[in-house]
């Protein structure tokens, strides 16, 4: 069984990073465009968007602004590949995180702005964890 990850730049983390100190204690949000291989979804691009919620507990973007990101990944020829937001607690899906990671089945990581820990996750059809959901915890691989 191949080990899912994303492999990332230090120059994105610092992009995720930035994006949570400019939102304060809004969740923050961004779609992330890059290419898969085998097992490794490539990160290339970190597209920032907008949280149209405002709020601190949840985030979501608009249609328009979506279909924006899908043609710039187009037109990039690359893919979306993952999702990023920021949670005011540990960095795990929530309850409506576990939703949309079903209907979404690409990473999502998640920067805790509490513990300022960074994870990511994704849904598995192929196995259910202890908590008895889909939702599978893969490598964050920083490349030099």
């Known amino acids: 069984m191949n080990i899912l990850s994303i492999v990332v730049e ?3 983390i610092s992009e995720l990073e930035n994006l949570v100190k400019e939102n304060g204690s809004l969740e923050s ?3 992330l465009l ?3 291989e085998e097992s490794d979804f490539l990160l290339k691009e970190v597209v920032p968007a907008q949280n ?17 990101i899908y043609k710039r990944a187009e037109e990039k020829g690359l ?22 990671m079903q209907i979404n ?3 999502w990581i998640i920067k805790s702005t509490t513990t300022n820990e960074i994870r990511c996750f994704v849904y ?6 202890k908590n008895n959901d889909q939702i599978e915890e893969i490598r964050i691989k920083i490349k030099d």
């Not at 893919?79 to 949309?100: L, N, Q």
């Not at 598995?124 to 964890?129: A, D």
């Open 10 to 12: 230090p120059h994105h």
């Open 29 to 31: 949000c961004a779609i």
């Open 34 to 36: 890059g290419k898969r």
């Open 52 to 68: 149209k919620e405002f709020s601190i507990i949840s985030f979501t973007i608009d249609e328009d602004s979506l279909f924006k």
């Open 79 to 100: 893919s979306v590949i993952g999702v990023f937001h920021s949670h005011p607690t540990d960095p795990y899906p929530s309850e409506t995180d576990k939703i949309y």
């Open 105 to 107: 089945p690409v990473p």
């Open 124 to 129: 598995s059809e192929k196995r259910k964890n």
